[in-house]
């Protein structure tokens, strides 16, 4: 694999004004018909050829064969814009290598130009087949028109303002630094994967803290995160060993008054309840778990 990094320095303005063109009429065309390239990118007609050749051999445009020529932007191009507007914006001074392959991301790590270690996501949708994921996705159903690019930025949208909104109130959640296109800047949380964190000191706490989390979402902000597992929540050890779980993954958040959000609600409370007591003996009652998240008691168990 070619890295993302050593691809976007090759870039100069001219590829970039390209990009945004294809970008700009992404929704308009399937292939953006050359003299409309031209037309907009305003380059002399070789600098024009030169570039699209270049963005073609580095994968980052595809062009169509046939009568009429015509190209299109790809994930990798989009990504070097995006990658382009966080650095200009401030949010983002280097990206690093790739630390994960999701089934609808690939996750970076990057730096801040004060050098904080982040995480930067960048949406894939369309990679999985909608089968595969128990996600639910009712904002992009009846939406055919909308590309895989499209729908990622909009899952980038969604996840980036539930985070503001959490983090806000201060629920367990990354830190949101900024977002661009397809693309969440998040502070990067050092911790494990609760699906292989074998030896909990205490985990009445842990589970109570991730209840605590969900609450937040729902009687706070009025959401709820629709896709809680044990792969969607890393556990951060305090200097005083205190075991701290964080929510990670909310594009697919639907809000409280959602349809679906009920059984979205009992769902998630249900697997992480399934989860403590098959990994670590830890039996509570579910409908009390359940109550508490909506806010009905003032304790878990
Ligand atoms: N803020 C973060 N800090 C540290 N690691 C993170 C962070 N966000 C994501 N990761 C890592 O990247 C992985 C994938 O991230 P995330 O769950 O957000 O994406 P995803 O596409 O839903 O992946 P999957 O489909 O595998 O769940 C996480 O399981 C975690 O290991
Ligand atoms: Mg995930």
Redesign the pocket.
């Known amino acids: 694999m070619v890295k993302l990094a050593y691809i976007y320095k090759q870039l100069n303005n001219r590829d970039f004004k390209v990009l945004l063109v294809l970008e700009k009429y992404l929704t308009k065309y399937e292939y953006v018909p050359v003299e409309i390239i031209e037309k907009e990118a305003r380059l002399p007609p070789q600098h024009l050829a030169l570039s699209l050749s270049k963005l073609s051999k580095l994968k980052l445009i595809q062009r169509r064969l046939g009568s009429l020529t015509g190209y299109r932007i790809t994930y990798l191009g989009y990504d070097c814009l995006a990658i382009r507007s966080l650095v200009q914006r401030g949010v983002l001074a280097a990206l690093g290598d790739r ?2 392959v ?4 690939d ?1 970076y790590v990057g730096l801040t130009p004060t050098e904080e270690k982040v ?1 930067v ?1 960048f949406l894939r949708i369309g990679r999985t087949s909608f089968r595969q994921t128990r996600r639910v996705r009712s904002w992009a159903e009846g939406k055919p028109e909308y590309g895989w690019l499209m729908q990622s930025r909009v899952a980038a949208e969604r996840e980036y303002k539930a985070l503001e909104l959490l983090y806000k109130v201060k629920a367990k959640v ?1 830190k949101p630094y900024g977002r661009s296109r397809h693309v969440v800047v ?4 050092e ?1 494990v ?1 609760l699906y292989r964190y074998d030896n909990p000191r205490n985990p009445h706490h842990m589970l109570k803290t991730i209840l605590d989390t969900l609450r937040k979402a729902y009687l706070d902000v009025g959401i709820v995160h629709g896709d809680l597992s044990e ?2 929540v ?1 556990v951060v050890i305090s200097d005083e060993g205190l075991e701290d779980p964080y929510i ?2 909310w594009p697919q958040y639907v809000y409280r008054e959602d349809p679906q959000s009920e059984y979205l609600l009992k769902r998630d409370v249900e697997y992480i309840v399934k989860f403590f007591k098959r990994k670590y003996r830890l039996e509570v009652d579910l409908e009390r778990a359940l109550r508490y998240v909506r806010g009905e008691v003032d304790e878990p168990f």
């Open positions: 630390m994960g999701g089934k609808e991301s996750v995480i996501k990354p998040t502070s990067y949380v911790g994967e792969y969607n890393l990670i993954d």
